[in-house]
């Protein structure tokens, strides 16, 4: 039951050092890893050939920039059929050395999970610790309201990826299922798309513990203005997602309702009252609009259910 390992970057010379460095540093050592360079424009290919070199758990591959989705499919094809377990690290994040060992062990004890995550540290562009991070895992409660499930709660479901919250790279696979999903396919979102696959097809659990460290720095999509017309390509796949099967598709529905009549709208009112605080307290007129444009979205989803029924509408013509 060994693990593969694809670690991806993209000019991040000054970073590739930490990635590498923390999977020598695993406490579990039946791994190997591909490592692709996703089209470095600096000399990241050659910083990690030098770091690798001689080492024979590694082998590494560069390619033309064309996303990290392919990235990460072109770094499975090239690991062995043998591993069992399957992680993708970005190539400016890093691992605490009990990783491998505790992920994959939560994977043998619970066979019907086909993908376990953690919650990570948080460091800055140049290593220093900023503090726990906290991945959130929204899900409607009994009442339809949004709430952040419990660390002590693992389970978590579709629709708390379908909402486009619990993703991130800190997950290991089960390969068996990772194989049913056909890998990678969005050239943005990849990661949200690719844990809604793995929710349809096995359990998909968080455990508590801070396992993964993640870079914050500019660079970061999540931090970056791109990420809301990136976010479109997900939504525009999922919204409209037909399955075969047709419990599938009641639950993509029940989940179309739930985000779009109640997280999405609580999430701009709550987004507008943050712009316009931002706005009292630096006269930001940006912020104003801003703040202004998300209370009227919330509003006319909250009370209209504007967007709910346009993305209804359009599933019934898809």
């Known amino acids: ?121 948080e460091i800055d562009k140049d290593g220093s610790y900023i503090g726990k991070g906290h991945r959130s895992r929204f899900a409607p409660t009994k009442l339809g309201l949004p709430h952040d499930i419990p660390k002590s709660i693992h389970e978590t479901p579709f629709v708390a990826f379908f909402s486009s919250t619990a993703q991130g790279p800190f997950c290991v696979y089960r390969r068996s299922v990772y194989l049913k999903t056909n890998g990678f396919e969005l050239a943005s979102q990849e990661d949200t798309d690719m844990y809604c696959k793995m929710a349809l097809l096995a359990e998909v659990h968080y455990i508590p513990d801070y396992f ?10 999540a931090h970056n203005k791109k990420y809301t017309a990136t976010h479109r390509v997900f939504r525009n796949k999922w919204d409209t997602y037909q399955s075969s099967d047709p419990k599938v598709n009641r639950l993509i529905q029940e989940s179309l309702k739930y985000y779009y009549t109640r997280h999405k709208p609580l999430r701009d009112l709550k987004v507008s009252a943050k712009a316009f605080r931002i706005f009292i307290r630096k006269a930001d007129l940006h912020s104003l609009r801003w703040s202004m444009e998300c209370l009227g979205a919330g509003l006319s989803d909250l009370v209209l259910q504007k967007s709910y029924r346009r993305v209804m509408n359009a599933r019934k013509k898809a």
């Open 212 to 221: 993964y460290i993640k870079r914050r720095h500019p660079g970061n999509l």
């Open 1 to 121: 039951m060994s693990v593969g390992v694809v670690i991806i970057t993209y000019n991040n010379e000054d970073h590739i050092g930490l990635a590498i460095q923390s999977l020598r540093d695993q406490t579990r050592e039946d791994w190997t890893a591909v490592l692709i360079d996703n089209g470095s424009t600096d000399t990241t290919f050659e910083v990690m050939q030098r770091l690798v070199e001689g080492d024979a758990r590694f082998i590494a591959f560069k390619k033309l920039n064309e996303g990290p989705a392919a990235g990460r499919n072109l770094g499975f094809s090239k690991l062995s059929d043998t591993h069992e377990f399957l992680h993708f690290l970005d190539g400016d994040d890093a691992l605490h050395p009990a990783f491998l060992e505790q992920m994959t062990g939560y994977l043998i004890t619970h066979p019907k999970v086909g993908m376990v995550a953690c919650q990570f540290d």
